[in-house]
């Protein structure tokens, strides 16, 4: 059953593990403001999603040339748009992709309140400007806070209602037949990457 | 695990087929901007709620006396609160509780959207005040484009997607142990009922 992507919501999908999540985290609102749409913050978890269509890891893992291509391309990209952007040095390439789960029912909790978005924000640039590894719990609440969490973030964090958000948004996600990220769904029109952002904005605009 | 309340935004849980719940519609966001509280509006299924607690049915048959005295307190609180209700005539009675399933879909999607309020009491007033079948689709499209709608809602409502999302926020409100509408989390703190809708607030407020 198709589902009509009129006056429907964009939804912005995105793990933060993705490094062309990255950008699209920074750049969504302005280019959404520019086209009087409005955004609905998704953060998910890739891994179940993957395992859910089947695949038992990720394809930047199957395929080394499309991670070799996939760094490069973002030294371009960010710097094409203007986003600070540092590959990893090698000694901290191990723990790329990183472990996102408390990343995630952190942003869940605080985009239900008003400080999701500036948390994400915040966690982007640690991983992908200062190569910080994002799964310390220590960099989380301390990013958390800066962005006007309360100071027992953490404990919210672990709470078995912040899994069940996450894991709902992830189920949503697989299905919602989302294979990557970033992808924007209006609809039942899905687009992926960072490089569709436009696109699947415009499309909201049109409808 | 207690869950801290300390800035954790209030969540108001309702159902459509409950009288009280209507109270609480109609002032809930009054009552939340005196405060400086904000509050995200958690429409779900009571029946399913129920179900999950080991209930078949709903107390109001379990105990016919209370059902009776919920119609005759209805009239006077909302004449207190200032909310016109009409009870609903003998003649009409055999569809109460009624069937709000299709109902609480499209809450769902306009809440995503900005005219999911405006909906929730237009249903409410459709129900409580006109006595009117809010089961009937052609009533619902109705309400929901005069709240702002698109005029496809109703196929948007039977989309698989908007039942995954109903079903995951019920099942959220089981995990809560919400026993009945309309509730109010605020943290792991439950309020049950409209006579419980400023305390909620109060205590967002304070925390």
């Given at each position: 059953m198709p589902l009509p992507v009129e006056f429907w919501p964009v939804e912005f999908w995105f793990e933060f593990a993705s490094s062309y999540s990255y950008l699209s985290v920074m750049r969504v609102e302005t280019e959404a403001a520019q086209r009087g749409v409005s955004v609905i913050w998704r953060p998910f978890l890739l891994g179940p999603a993957f395992k859910a269509h089947g695949?038992?890891?990720s394809p930047f893992r199957v395929y080394p040339l499309k991670a070799k291509y996939m760094w490069r391309d973002m030294e371009r990209r960010s710097a094409a748009l203007g986003i600070e952007f540092n590959r990893p040095p090698p000694d901290k390439?191990?723990?790329?992709?990183q472990f996102t789960v408390t990343a995630a029912r952190i942003a869940i909790i605080g985009l239900d309140a008003d400080w999701g978005k500036d948390f994400c924000r915040n966690v982007c640039r640690a991983e992908w400007?200062?190569?910080?590894?994002?799964?310390d719990k220590a960099l989380l609440a301390k990013l958390a806070v800066q962005a006007?969490?309360?100071?027992n973030i953490m404990k919210l964090a672990s709470h078995p209602d912040a899994k069940l958000k996450l894991r709902h948004q992830t189920e949503r996600a697989t299905k919602l037949k989302?294979?990557?990220?970033p992808s924007f769904t209006v609809g039942d029109e899905l687009f992926w990457g960072d490089d569709r952002l436009e696109d699947a904005l415009d499309w909201a605009a049109k409808s």
């Open positions: 695949w038992d890891t390439m191990d723990t790329f992709p400007v200062d190569s910080a590894n994002i799964a006007g969490a309360p100071t989302i294979f990557g990220a």
